[in-house]
């Protein structure tokens, strides 16, 4: 059974750099479309990136384009999530979300990991 498992998170000073991984045990994760998520305390749950399976798209939100970068690791087993320049804003739960019902993006049908705290301080 699919489980998508984030890693990576921590506390960190702002302008510093984090990296997060996703990965599935067992699975190899380049079949399926990969979106990022984040929750900010109090905020709704924000898309900020989508990396497709089939058409090989990338997309990035405003808020983070020019500083995350997605990238497919380890022959399609993970998936990260380089952060840099990260600014306190940035702080939230970060999840992984695979795609079970196409091999691009947009997610339609979620499957969730359980998330890893991103928090950077001022």
């Known amino acids: 059974q699919l489980k998508l498992v984030e890693s990576g998170g921590g506390l960190v000073q702002a302008g510093e750099s984090l990296r997060l991984s996703c990965a599935a045990p067992?699975?190899?994760?380049?079949?399926?479309?990969i979106a990022w998520f984040r929750q900010a305390p109090g905020k709704e749950r924000e898309e900020i990136s989508c990396?497709?399976?089939?058409?090989?798209?990338?997309s990035y939100a405003d808020s983070v384009k020019g500083r995350f970068t997605v990238s497919r690791e380890d022959s399609g087993q993970t998936v990260a999530l380089q952060m840099d320049s990260l600014k306190p804003e940035d702080t939230g739960v970060y999840y992984c979300?695979?795609?079970?019902?196409?091999?691009?993006?947009?997610?339609?049908?979620?499957?969730w990991g359980q998330g890893t705290q991103v928090t950077v301080s001022s």
């Open positions: 979300v695979a795609e079970l019902a196409d091999m691009n993006c947009p997610i339609f049908k979620p499957l």
């Open positions: 067992g699975f190899i994760l380049s079949y399926y479309a």
């Open positions: 990396i497709s399976a089939k058409d090989g798209k990338l």
